[in-house]
């Protein structure tokens, strides 16, 4: 849905897009990275209102390299 503007589900294009945020004491949509909350990475949503379908993605290539240095290797094969 980032990419294709149709959802993968049911093909409608009426997607929405939910910024990710860290509020106040971990709150929002995000994964932490360090002890402070300004550490945490942003994840956002993009949901299909049509079937419900909701995708999460990590938009910043940036906060790609974080996760990776907070929590190593990829399982699984490449």
């Known amino acids: 849905m980032?990419?294709?503007?149709?959802?993968?589900?049911?093909?409608?294009?009426?997607?929405?897009?939910?910024p990710g945020r860290v509020g106040a004491y971990g709150s929002g949509n995000?994964?932490?990275t360090?002890?402070?909350?300004?550490?945490?990475?942003s994840v956002t949503r993009y949901a299909c209102l049509s079937c419900g379908f909701v995708e999460e993605w990590i938009d910043d290539p940036y906060d790609l390299v974080r996760l990776?240095?907070?929590?190593?290797?990829?399982?699984?094969?490449?």
Do not use: E
């Open 34 to 41: 360090g002890f402070w909350v300004t550490d945490a990475v």
């Open 68 to 78: 990776y240095k907070k929590y190593g290797q990829p399982t699984g094969s490449p």
């Open 2 to 18: 980032k990419h294709g503007n149709a959802c993968p589900k049911c093909q409608a294009t009426n997607i929405l897009r939910v």
């Open 30 to 32: 995000n994964v932490p």
